[in-house]
């Protein structure tokens, strides 16, 4: 495009789409984080010692001052340092701040942003590809979701609770983009470890997840079935567990059998779950919600 | 406002031997602003008196005799090293401040006996010594002595040049609003809110004001205010962990109750029910957080 000529204000603006798995791969490739050697951290302590010694030889004023201005130019050089760390967790803090409030597409390009420059400070650069997998599962990525969540979870130990929380979200996002024998193996492996978090979010979590794989792989007799003790099992989730009371309503309108009054728990359902979130929120999650379920508004 | 003994928490109240087993957990003498500033006398001091000492100590060998001799290169390194020292507790303890603060939050005992014997260290940097007594305070406020976290957050408010410990104004703030309205004392809340307002806050923060300031109007019965910007402030209750979601909802039913708009108090009462377990429902009716 000739840019002396400006684009027509009638223009479309360019369609918004969020990075690719290979694209985000290939990112974190050039820019994989570097844990400093304890060598490299001691630096400063190591020119100080040489200074030191070049005072102990040397004669005259320089004796003398070389050994201060080596521990002053130590304070600065921390002092700097802070300063920059202290820059970077603001902008990280910031871009978590929006991926809370769900402003997902600009807390994407700040943490996208934020990973190159965080190269040296491992712990934060996972920060800001947990931002990243957060909002790109919220904007529907879940391919590049899945890309981010490996990531983070070879930065963790495997028993790690934030660990065990990554490995849910990431069986949910392998669900969203049908890997069913991906999830399938996932949610097998977590059924231990997940069992002493049952009241947490992260069994919230996983108790959703199970009951989306039965939706996903069309078994909505046996949803319905374990579905005892739902609402106290998704409670953690806070405002999100209507994902999970939609999803049920959706099991019951699917089997839709007269004998056993699926209509009407559907309907219940449906209605725990617009008590929570909009009927709108609930189908663009999931947008197989988008017939209306028989004697339920569709808002 | 310090807590006299007696009316400590009952896990409070027994003083532990600590000569009967060496891992006894050690306990924080109660808090008195005329200690903390005495403490942080002593520490200024100490390290006023080392730069002062080390200062003149460096003239002194600059200006006798001449340069290249040894032992006065080694003195001034021993000088060198002696600055360093004494900075290196204060960084040792203000680099354990977040572990610490986990342990607070995971095991209160262990957290108190920690913070004991890092309030012993001495020659402290200032803010280090503000932000231990800050951990002090979450302490308290954890045990549910909201007299004593009162006093340390609205001492520490008050003590000058703070430095990096200004950071954590906005939580001081919040503690004291939530301690005071633990305490009932409506006057107190409402200065600290009025505070909270100037001051600036992260997301979290500012969640947890517009809770503090729901439960304040709740207090004084301005039930109209509360329902003011409903749909907002229910909105910023979706982005708080589910059980403070479910608090806030219910504060706004009752608000809403209140003010005699029964519709809404049905709509929002249907949602504290689904996000809130029946002990936590019940705990808020005999708080009167619901009704």
Not at chain 1, 219 to 238: C, K, M, T
Not at chain 2, 28 to 52: H, K, M, V, Y
Not at chain 2, 180 to 198: H, I, K, P
Not at chain 2, 247 to 270: E, P, V, Y
Request: aromatic fraction near 6%.
């Amino acid at each position: 495009m000739n840019p002396a000529i400006p684009p027509s204000p009638d223009a479309a603006p360019p369609a918004w789409r969020p990075p690719t798995p290979e694209a985000l791969e290939a990112h974190l490739q050039r820019h994989p984080a570097i844990t400093p050697s304890p060598w490299a951290r001691r630096t400063p302590l190591f020119v100080l010692g040489g200074v030191i010694f070049l005072a102990v030889v040397m004669q005259g004023p320089a004796a003398w001052l070389l050994p201060w201005l080596a521990l002053m130019g130590m304070i600065l050089y921390g002092r700097q340092k802070l300063m920059a760390r202290r820059s970077f967790e603001r902008r990280l803090a910031r871009a978590q701040e929006l991926v809370t409030l769900r402003h997902h597409r600009p807390a994407l390009r700040s943490a996208w942003r934020l990973i190159p420059e965080l190269v040296q400070h491992p712990a934060q650069q996972h920060r800001a590809v947990a931002v990243l997998a957060h909002a790109l599962d919220n904007v529907g990525a879940y391919d590049t979701a899945i890309v981010a969540y490996d990531r983070l979870l070879n930065d963790l130990p495997s028993e790690h609770p934030g660990a065990i929380h990554l490995k849910v979200q990431r069986a949910i996002a392998s669900l969203f983009t049908y890997q069913l024998s991906d999830a399938d193996d996932a949610l097998r492996r977590l059924r231990g470890p997940v069992e002493p978090l049952t009241k947490t979010p992260i069994g919230a979590s996983y108790r959703f997840a199970l009951l989306f794989q039965s939706v996903q792989t069309a078994h909505y007799a046996e949803a319905i079935d374990e579905s005892d003790g739902l609402i106290e099992a998704l409670r953690p989730l806070g405002v999100e567990a209507g994902y999970g009371h939609a999803l049920l309503a959706w099991c019951h309108a699917q089997r839709n059998d007269p004998e056993r009054d699926d209509a009407n728990h559907a309907q219940s359902w449906w209605q725990r779950a617009t008590t929570l979130l909009p009927a709108s929120a609930l189908r663009a999650r999931f947008p197989e919600i988008k017939g209306e379920f028989r004697g339920v508004p569709r808002d | 406002m310090i807590e006299s003994p007696s009316s400590l928490p009952a896990d409070q109240g027994q003083p532990q031997s600590e000569s009967s087993s060496p891992t006894a957990a050690r306990r924080l003498p109660s808090f008195s602003p005329s200690r903390l500033q005495r403490e942080l006398a002593f520490d200024g001091t100490l390290r006023t008196g080392a730069l002062i000492g080390l200062f003149v100590a460096f003239m002194v060998l600059l200006s006798i005799g001449p340069g290249g001799s040894t032992v006065k290169i080694v003195l001034i390194m021993f000088m060198i090293l002696a600055w360093i020292g004494l900075n290196l507790t204060g960084a040792k303890v203000a680099q354990s401040l977040p572990g610490l603060s986990s342990v607070l939050e995971s095991n209160p005992a262990a957290g108190e006996t920690a913070l004991v014997s890092l309030m012993k260290k001495r020659a402290l940097p200032r803010w280090v010594r503000l932000m231990l007594t800050h951990r002090q305070a979450v302490l308290r406020h954890r045990q549910q002595n909201f007299t004593e976290s009162a006093a340390i957050a609205q001492t520490l408010l008050t003590t000058p040049r703070p430095g990096p410990a200004a950071s954590h104004r906005g939580q001081l703030l919040l503690l004291l609003v939530e301690a005071r309205l633990e305490l009932r004392d409506a006057t107190g809340a409402w200065l600290a809110l009025v505070e909270l307002s100037r001051t600036p806050l992260g997301l979290t923060e500012a969640l947890q004001r517009m809770a503090l300031r729901t439960r304040y109007e709740l207090l004084v019965c301005q039930s109209e205010e509360t329902l003011k910007g409903l749909e907002q402030k229910t909105q910023l209750a979706e982005l708080m962990p589910a059980p403070q979601c479910g608090a806030l909802h219910a504060m706004l039913a009752t608000a809403a109750k209140h003010a005699g708009r029964d519709d809404l108090h049905t709509q929002l009462r249907s949602r504290v029910e689904l996000l809130c377990s029946e002990d936590e429902i019940v705990q808020m009716l005999e708080g009167g957080l619901l009704v």
